[in-house]
């Protein structure tokens, strides 16, 4: 075997994603020591998630920080993994690497199998066999499907996904709890809802809208815009994951959302005013693999984690809009 080369705080896979960069740039720049990865793949721009990585590098070299290293690895390659943790000890692993879109699994299933089941799998297996005893996993409000009690809260029974990424989402979990019971690993399953912000995914609805009214294009809003999400924006998610990597419950599943259910078209109208341009819209029906309504109980999250989110939707759109002038016009 070979010498351990450091034990680090934490290991974050998908560092190059929008949540896990996020993620991995407060933890750095409180002074945690990370290892990041990421496969890099083209499910969409690869420069913006080179870019999310030279942000981490830039802040790294501005503390002079020895903490930090990011390699480009796969979750699909179980060698690889174990190669990872032969060569390096972790504290804790934050699981945020995963094959994302809801509307995308339904043209292409195999691959939410293979990044999201196959990828954890590894990475669970390889906890178990280098006694990694902590695990935060990324999950999804997806997972709670055509439920309609609303708001959802994590004891709602989640056996109505619709569609292969949400189901491969509750597949995880139900991992999650397997190792858990089996080897005695911690776990927080932390369910995000529609997260937003600041180096968010160009294939996410702000993104495409805020593009789209600013070129003069038409945007597309399904369920002709009557859609209701708990939208959440990116640094009140990254408060709560933070608090469930310090608060080490042996096994909970915890939500985090802003706790408020706003119609998509609100969202736009947000959007529009602060682009002081009025968007051309194409009133659609729903789609396949979407949910009509989602609304976060976060009531457990207030209690575990201290979770108090902290961005209202004008705020939060506010700033993206202004990180989307700065980077793409």
Known sequence: MKMKQKKWDVLITGAAGFIG????????????????????????????????????????QKNKSSNFYFEKLDLRNKQE??????????????????????????EYPQ???????????N??????E?????????S?????????????DEKTAINSTISTYSSSKMACELLCHTYNNLYGIKFRILRFF?????????????????????????ISLFNRGQMKRDFTYIDDIVSGFISAIENKYP??????????CIKLETYVNTLEKKLGKSAEKIMLPMQPGDVEETWADISKAKKLLNYKPQVEINEGVSNFVDWYIENYT
Not at 123 to 128: F, N
Not at 196 to 206: K, V
């Open 21 to 60: 960069n996020n993620l991995a740039y407060e933890l750095l720049r409180q002074g945690k020591s990370i290892l990041c990865i990421d496969n890099f793949n083209e499910y969409y721009d690869l420069n913006l998630k080179r870019l999310r990585k030279e942000r981490l590098i830039l802040l790294s």
């Open 81 to 106: 993994v174990f190669s990872l943790f032969e060569e390096h000890e972790f504290e804790t692993v934050c699981h945020l690497a995963a094959q994302a879109g809801v509307r995308y699994s339904i």
């Open 111 to 121: 691959t939410y199998i293979d990044n999201n089941i196959t990828g954890t799998i």
């Open 123 to 128: 990475l669970l297996e390889a906890c178990k």
């Open 130 to 138: 280098y006694n990694v005893k902590d695990f935060v996993f990324s």
């Open 140 to 152: 999804t409000s997806s997972v709670y499907g055509l439920n309609t009690n609303m708001p959802f």
């Open 194 to 218: 529609t997260v937003y912000g600041p180096w968010g995914r160009p294939d996410m609805a702000l993104f495409l809208f805020t593009k789209a009214i600013m070129e003069g294009s038409s």
């Open 251 to 260: 096994f909970e599943i915890i939500n985090l959302g802003s706790g408020k």
